[in-house]
Nanobody, 125 residues
Framework: QLQVVESGGGSVQPGGSLRLSCAAS????????IGWFRQAPGKEREGVSC????????NYADSVKGRFTISRDNAKNTVYLEMNSLKPEDTAVYYC??????????????????WGQGTQVTVSA
């Protein structure tokens, strides 16, 4: 059974950094595309970043390009989302998703089948 669990959320000031982790169990994450999504109160879930199977391409939403970096640690079966220069508008629940697609055309929740429970990120002064 494929499962993913997010961790690493918290509260930071604008300009700060956080690193989110997506730990996979029941499967080797390096053979699956992994996506990060976020949902703010009253807003739809949006794709933030994704990484294809090991060695494959990555993709980022325009709003986070140059600030967020997605990466894999295959030995730990974990995917990370390094978030720098955080802004108040980054405040949301962040979700990790597996078993989907990561292409250059966009990051779509409907492409992914396995979801974590989410981790809260709050950016405020």
């Amino acid at each position: 059974q494929l499962q993913v669990v997010e961790s690493g959320g918290g509260s930071v000031q604008p300009g700060g950094s956080l690193r989110l982790s997506c730990a996979a169990s029941g499967f080797k994450s390096e053979y699956y595309a992994i996506g990060w999504f976020r949902q703010a109160p009253g807003k739809e879930r949006e794709g933030v970043s994704c990484i294809s199977t090991s060695g494959g391409p990555t993709n980022y939403a325009d709003s986070v390009k140059g600030r967020f970096t997605i990466s894999r640690d295959n030995a730990k079966n974990t995917v990370y989302l390094e978030m720098n220069s955080l802004k108040p508008e980054d405040t949301a629940v962040y979700y990790c998703a597996a078993d989907g697609r990561c292409t250059g055309w966009g990051i779509f929740a409907s492409d992914f089948t396995t979801w974590g429970q989410g981790t809260q990120v709050t950016v405020s002064a």
